[in-house]
C-alpha cells in the first residue's frame, strides 16, 4: 500500500460535470504535486505546492483547480473536462530540505471524459 | 536540454538474466537521478536514486551505473525475475520539485 491515498480510483465524468479528485499523506511532506499521465507516457506536472502555497503551474488549463486546505490533503477541482483530459491523475508528496528530496506517488485516479 | 533520452522502449528478458535501462541526458546542472517502477493500475514507486558524485549505487538486485563524463546512467537488474516485469522511468532534476522523467521502458521477464 502506497502512503498516497488518492480517492476516487475511478472516476467517469460528462463534460459539463464538476467533480473533484482527493490526495492525502501522513507522512509530514510539506510539498505535494499533481501529475497527468496518458497511456504508455511518462507523468506530467501540473501543479506543486509548497507549504501549502501554489509554487509551480505548468500553465494548466483553468478547468482544472487546485486547492491545498491543509499540510496533508491536496484537491483537483475539475469542471467542464474535456475529452482528452481523461487520462491517469496521480498525487505526489516530498519533504521540503538540503537538495532535492524524493517524491513519492499514489495510485492515482483514473479519469474518463465522456 | 531539459531532455533525457530513455532506451530501449521495450526489452524481454529471460529470467535470471540481466534487464539493462539506459539514459542519457544533456544539461550538467542536473544532480540527482532516480528511477521509477510502475506496475499496472500503479503509480510510480521510487526505485533508487543517484547522485552525480556517485558512479555506482547498489540496492539489492538493482544497481545504477553512471558515467558523468559522457552523461549517461543505467539501471542494471540483475537475476531478473517475473515479478520485476512493469514499466522503468529513469528522471533527472534540478530543482526541488520538478523531476524530468524518461519516456518508459516496458520490461517484461520471461518465466
Known amino acids: 500500500d502506497t502512503e498516497v491515498t488518492q480517492t476516487p480510483k475511478h472516476l467517469v465524468m460528462g463534460m459539463t460535470n464538476k467533480k473533484s479528485l482527493k490526495c492525502e499523506q501522513h507522512m509530514g511532506h510539506r510539498a505535494m504535486y499533481w501529475y497527468k499521465q496518458k497511456a504508455k507516457k511518462p507523468p506530467e506536472l501540473m501543479f506543486v505546492y509548497s507549504y501549502e502555497k501554489l509554487s509551480i503551474n505548468e500553465s494548466v488549463p483553468s478547468r482544472f483547480s487546485p486547492e491545498c486546505p491543509n499540510s496533508s490533503l491536496l484537491n483537483l477541482h475539475l469542471h467542464a473536462l474535456q475529452p482528452e483530459d481523461s487520462a491517469l491523475y496521480l498525487c505526489?508528496?516530498?519533504?521540503?530540505?538540503?537538495?532535492?528530496?524524493?517524491?513519492?506517488f499514489g495510485d492515482g485516479t483514473r479519469l474518463s471524459i465522456l | 536540454q531539459q531532455q533525457v533520452k530513455q532506451s530501449p522502449q521495450s526489452l524481454i528478458v529471460q529470467k535470471g538474466g540481466i534487464s539493462i535501462i539506459n539514459c542519457a541526458y544533456e544539461n550538467t546542472a542536473f544532480d540527482y537521478f532516480p528511477w521509477y517502477q510502475q506496475f499496472p493500475g500503479k503509480g510510480p514507486a521510487l526505485l533508487i536514486a543517484?547522485?552525480?558524485?556517485?558512479s555506482e549505487k547498489k540496492e539489492g538486485r538493482f544497481t545504477i551505473s553512471f558515467n558523468k563524463s559522457a552523461k549517461q546512467f543505467s539501471l542494471h537488474i540483475m537475476d531478473s525475475q517475473p515479478g520485476d516485469s512493469a514499466t522503468y522511468f529513469c528522471a533527472a532534476s534540478m530543482s526541488p520539485h520538478k523531476i524530468i522523467f524518461g519516456k518508459g521502458t516496458r520490461l517484461h521477464i520471461l518465466p
Open positions: 505526489a508528496s516530498s519533504p521540503i530540505g538540503t537538495g532535492i528530496q524524493p517524491q513519492h
Open positions: 543517484i547522485r552525480p558524485d556517485v
